[in-house]
């Protein structure tokens, strides 16, 4: 069970846009920053949007996030076929003293 | 650019020690803008953060409460890497193991934006 929630799968289209959410509390995104990281199996996690809605260079700008409350939110507009991955929402917790992950959601291309 | 590069075995056996290390290059491990950190991840569990150790004037560890009564992070700064220990593991600690690194101050990122390449580790006999 993770601290952060997230859907655990998304889907669409070639060219369509897709959210995915992420739920926390006040001790973790409702107080911190929260990053958003993108991963294929068997490599290492890549950083996809940091402090809430900061591209670091070389994203493209296709992939957004915002964050309201307790909870945050990544778009992918413009969908592509490489876009299919594990995405990971995180944060830091000040109740844990530590970095909360929500559980990954699985985005498909169809 | 940072890097970073992990070592240690693939296989571990039930009740004994997992022992990894993430040597740094382009950064140093006693930098008073970075935070240096263990994250695992498996199919069941997703990515879990393990612990960090990062240096203010003194060294300091902060750990995951999964694995607090299991785990040390140390620093060794004269080859500038970090390592993990994680003790007592079973066939749930199986996982693929990542060292990585916060950056903070005014061109940091407050995330994890340097990563290891990662280490499959299996507890197995």
């Known amino acids: 069970q993770s601290v952060l929630t997230q859907p655990p799968s998304a889907s669409g289209t070639p060219g369509q846009r897709v959210t995915i959410s992420c739920s926390g509390s006040?001790?973790?995104?409702?107080?911190?920053?929260v990053h958003w990281y993108q991963h294929l199996p068997g490599s290492a996690p890549k950083l996809l949007i940091y402090?809430?809605?900061v591209r670091p260079s070389g994203v493209p700008d296709r992939f957004s996030g915002s964050k309201s409350d307790t909870s945050a939110s990544l778009a992918i507009s413009g969908l592509q076929s490489e876009d299919e991955a594990d995405y990971y929402c995180?944060?830091?917790?000040?109740?844990?003293?530590?970095?909360?992950f929500g559980g990954g959601t699985k985005l498909t291309v169809l | 650019q940072v890097q970073l590069q992990q070592s240690g075995p693939g296989l571990v056996k039930p009740s004994q020690t997992l022992s990894l290390t993430c040597a740094i290059s382009?950064?140093?491990?006693?930098?008073?803008?970075?935070?240096w950190h263990w994250i695992r991840q498996s199919p069941s569990r997703g990515l879990e953060w393990l612990g960090r150790?990062?240096?203010?004037?003194?060294?300091?560890?902060d750990y995951a409460v999964s694995v607090k009564s299991r785990v040390t992070i140390n620093p060794e700064t004269s080859k500038n890497r970090f390592s993990l220990q994680l003790k007592s593991v079973t066939p749930e600690d199986t996982a693929m193991y990542f060292c990585?690194?916060?950056?903070?101050?005014?061109?940091?990122?407050?995330?994890?934006?340097?990563w290891g390449q990662g280490t499959v580790v299996t507890v197995s006999s």
């Open positions: 990585a690194r916060i950056s903070q101050g005014t061109d940091g990122t407050n995330a994890f934006d340097i």
């Open positions: 382009g950064d140093s491990v006693s930098s008073n803008s970075a935070t």
């Open positions: 150790t990062y240096f203010r004037f003194h060294w300091y560890n």
């Open positions: 006040s001790s973790n995104i409702g107080g911190n920053t």
């Open positions: 402090s809430n809605n």
């Open positions: 995180a944060a830091w917790d000040d109740s844990l003293n530590g970095v909360v």
